[in-house]
């Protein structure tokens, strides 16, 4: 009979070792407040086993291990990072946060982390952890480096990957100009309005817009701007939670002095 063989893995998906993503608690157990931390480029969780051999006079001179404990750790570098403001960056505030614990002894060291796969392996975790943290660099021509080793402290919990929260786009429609009058047009996708009026209620606005094949019934929700011929369309329903493209004006049939008109995007769509 043949011998058997595995299956040829030359189509088989390679799961890449980077695949991991972390945030440190800076609030409390019960109401986390979970911050990233910035610029990681290694993320490496390892268990290490400590095992006792239980063989005696009938083991046939063989070996027999049992593993009794097991010790997590995880291995973090990465490159210092920061926002920048006008007059100065400031660091990023987990690594910060990490850093300063890593400064610290006995329970004042230890750090709150999840940590979970973002790819198609279903892992999470949560668990508490000894902060061992040292800056790396310091050469003319180096960048602000660190290393961080986290010791675990017990069994991890496993968690439900954190999901991201859909984001609904919101953009203004905004008419410029004094004593305005005639009408404006809006599109969406190649499709149009009819003729609005600048006074037009933010009602009006919605009914037009969503008399479009393109947006659709109960697809946004208007209100118009205190102080400005202005309105806001939240996208929403089916369009709940997508990047969509911005809205068109058509002020040629607006009159008035100095007058136009732009549509500009206040929040960006995001998708779960």
């Not at 993503?21 to 086993?49: C, D, F, H």
């Not at 969406?188 to 309005?193: A, V």
């Not at 019934?217 to 089916?238: E, I, M, P, S």
């Amino acid at each position: 009979m043949p011998v058997l063989k595995p299956p040829n893995s030359g189509l088989l998906f390679t799961f890449r070792a980077a695949a991991w993503a972390m945030q440190i608690n800076t609030g409390t157990y019960a109401s986390p407040v979970w911050a990233w931390l910035r610029g990681t480029s290694k993320i490496e969780p390892k268990t290490t086993a400590t095992k006792q051999d239980d063989s005696d006079n009938d083991s046939d001179g063989y070996g027999s291990e049992l593993v009794t404990k097991q010790k997590l750790d995880i291995a973090i570098e990465g490159k210092v990072k920061g926002e920048r403001s006008l007059s100065s960056v400031v660091p990023d505030p987990g690594t910060t946060f990490l850093r300063a614990l890593g400064t610290q002894v006995g329970y004042d060291n230890v750090a709150d982390i999840r940590y979970w796969r973002t790819d198609d392996i279903d892992e999470g975790y949560r668990s508490y952890f000894a902060v061992e943290y040292t800056d790396v660099g310091g050469g003319n021509e180096d960048l602000q480096n660190y290393q961080a080793t986290l010791s675990g402290r017990g069994k991890p919990t496993r968690i439900a990957r954190p999901q991201t929260t859909p984001v609904n786009e919101v953009q203004r429609i905004r008419l410029i100009g004094t004593g305005l009058g005639g009408t404006f047009i809006a599109k969406f996708l190649g499709q149009s309005t009819a003729g609005l009026a600048p006074t037009a209620t933010a009602a009006q606005v919605q009914t037009a817009l969503t008399g479009l094949s393109t947006i659709g019934a109960n697809n946004v929700a208007v209100t118009a701007v205190a102080g400005l011929n202005a309105w806001d369309v939240a996208f929403q329903g089916t369009l709940a939670g997508l990047d969509v493209p911005l809205i068109g004006l058509d002020t040629t049939a607006l009159t008035g002095t100095g007058q136009g008109g732009e549509v500009t995007t206040l929040i960006n769509g995001q998708a779960a």
